[in-house]
C-alpha cells in the first residue's frame, strides 16, 4: 500500500462522540486525500491537503474536519459522530495532485461503524 | 454536472474468459483518466492512466482505452484468473484540479 498505513482500522463508536481518523505517510507526497466509500456511491472526497496546514475541503465536507501539522500524518475528525457517517474511510496520496499521469496511492481502509 | 458511470454493475465469467468493461464521463475540460482495481477489504490499486493524448494502454493482461471525442474508456481484461475477482473502478480528472471523480465501479467475478 505504498508506504501509507492507517489507524485504527476498524472501530464502533456511539452516536454524538468524536472521533478522530489517522493517516500516516512514508513517501513525503506533497498531497493527501480522506475519502469515504459507500455502497451505490463512488469513492467521495472528504477533504483533502496540498502542503502543511493548506487543507481544502471536498464534496462531502459537513461534519467533517481535517489537519495536516506535518507532511507525513493526515487527520480526519469527526467532531460528533452520527449515524450517516458509517463507512469506509480512505486516506490516498499523491505526489504531484491529480493532473496528468500522477499517481494516487490508496490506504488499506478504514471501517468505521456508528452505532 | 461531471459525472462517471460505470457498466455493468456487475459481470460473472469463467476463468480463462475475456471480458470488457465500460466507462462513460461528462467531466470537462477533460484531464486524465484512470482504472483501479479494488480487491475485497482493501484499497483501490491504479491499473492505467491515460491523458488526452492516449488513446490505449497497456499493464499486463489489462488494457485501457480511451476515446476522448466520445467520452469513453473501456478495460479488457484478456484470459481471466481468478485473482481478477475485484471491483474496477473508472476515475476521471478535470484540467486543473486536484481532485478525482470516480464512478462506482463493475463487479467483477471469475469462476473456476
Known amino acids: 500500500d505504498a508506504g501509507i498505513t492507517q489507524s485504527p482500522r476498524h472501530k464502533v463508536t456511539e452516536t454524538g462522540t468524536p472521533v478522530t481518523l489517522r493517516c500516516h505517510q512514508t513517501e513525503n507526497h506533497r498531497y493527501m486525500y480522506w475519502y469515504r466509500q459507500d455502497p451505490g456511491h463512488g469513492l467521495r472526497l472528504i477533504h483533502y491537503s496540498y502542503g502543511v496546514k493548506d487543507t481544502d475541503k471536498g464534496e462531502v465536507s459537513d461534519g467533517y474536519s481535517v489537519s495536516r501539522s506535518k507532511t507525513e500524518d493526515f487527520l480526519l475528525t469527526l467532531e460528533s459522530a452520527t449515524s450517516s457517517q458509517t463507512s469506509v474511510y480512505f486516506c490516498?496520496?499523491?505526489?504531484?495532485?491529480?493532473?496528468?499521469?500522477?499517481?494516487?496511492?490508496f490506504g488499506p481502509g478504514t471501517r468505521l461503524t456508528v452505532l | 454536472k461531471n459525472q462517471v458511470e460505470q457498466s455493468p454493475q456487475s459481470l460473472i465469467i469463467l476463468e480463462g474468459k475475456n471480458c470488457t468493461l465500460q466507462c462513460n464521463y461528462t467531466v470537462s475540460p477533460f484531464s486524465n483518466l484512470r482504472w483501479y482495481k479494488q480487491d475485497t477489504g482493501r484499497g483501490p490499486v491504479s491499473l492505467t492512466i491515460m491523458t488526452f493524448s492516449e488513446n490505449t494502454k497497456s499493464n499486463g493482461r489489462y488494457t485501457a482505452t480511451l476515446d476522448a471525442d466520445t467520452k469513453q474508456s473501456s478495460l479488457h481484461i484478456t484470459a481471466s484468473q481468478l485473482s481478477d475477482s475485484a471491483s474496477y473502478i473508472c476515475?476521471?480528472?478535470?484540467?486543473?484540479?486536484?481532485?478525482?471523480?470516480f464512478g462506482t465501479g463493475t463487479r467483477l467475478q471469475v469462476f473456476p
Open positions: 490516498a496520496i499523491s505526489e504531484y495532485g491529480a493532473g496528468g499521469n500522477n499517481e494516487q496511492f
Open positions: 476515475v476521471v480528472s478535470a484540467y486543473n484540479t486536484d481532485k478525482l471523480i
